[in-house]
């Protein structure tokens, strides 16, 4: 039943990030994106990450996703209805990355992965946070000064008449 | 289901996808779709060997920074594209060329 599940969960990821990347109207592909990253953060609950499962859904569909669409809209004319564009040298595009893929998947099968034995912890949030706050409490800092530095940055280019 | 190949394979996938989307997609904004992909797979493949590896949480911090390196990058780039486009009417990155030569 879980291996149904996971497979059904993982064809529908590869095939909304399908949509994403062929469809020709821009917001049908950022409606599929949604769907893209919700089976990305159900991946990530089969993996037992479930605090990185709630910050994809939080971050990533709550923020970056809203942030995506609001960016569709402020850039085209809703009202004439060309929200659509084209991909260019789909040839050429297309062949590079199933040469890609291809190359991957041939280096994942062939490698013997070492597999350690793990056990299902019962939350990582704790773990986690104690992590944040004394192994990485630098990362942590700089990364939130980045943030900072991201927002001011990014109020002060998309302010009028700069 | 427990297979650690099986997660790479589908981060493989979802990784070529959003090269895709990068090298052929002409809009500013579809590109930066394909650029979320690719970010999304590197962090499938970090929570993936960190379940896989006895889970060491440290893969779960490294994907944790990435999402929110890739928020701050989507604020900067929509910034970006709405600048482009109210300069040029146009996001369109191949016409976007005024540093050219």
Known sequence: MADLVFWFIAIFTIASALVVVLNNQLLYSAVALLFTLFGVAALYIFLWADFIAGVQLIVYIGGILVLIIFGIMLTNRISSVRLSQTNVQQGIGGVVSIWLLILLSLIISKTPWLEKQSFEPVSTVHDIGILLLTKYLLPFEAVSLLLLGALIGAAVLSREGT | ?101
Do not use: C, P, W
Request: hydrophobic fraction near 60%; charged fraction near 10%.
């Open chain 2, 1 to 101: 289901m427990d297979q650690l190949s099986n997660y790479l394979l589908i981060a493989a996938v979802l990784f070529s996808l959003g090269v895709f989307a990068v090298m052929t997609r002409r809009n500013g904004i579809a590109v930066l779709m394909g650029v979320e992909l690719m970010l999304n797979a590197a962090n499938i493949n970090f929570v993936a060997f960190s379940r896989f590896g006895g889970m060491n949480l440290d893969g779960h911090i490294f994907s944790l920074f990435v999402i929110v390196l890739a928020a701050a990058e989507a604020a900067v780039a929509l910034a970006i594209v709405i600048n482009i486009y109210n300069n040029l009417n146009t996001i369109n990155i191949d016409d976007a060329s005024e540093l050219k030569n």
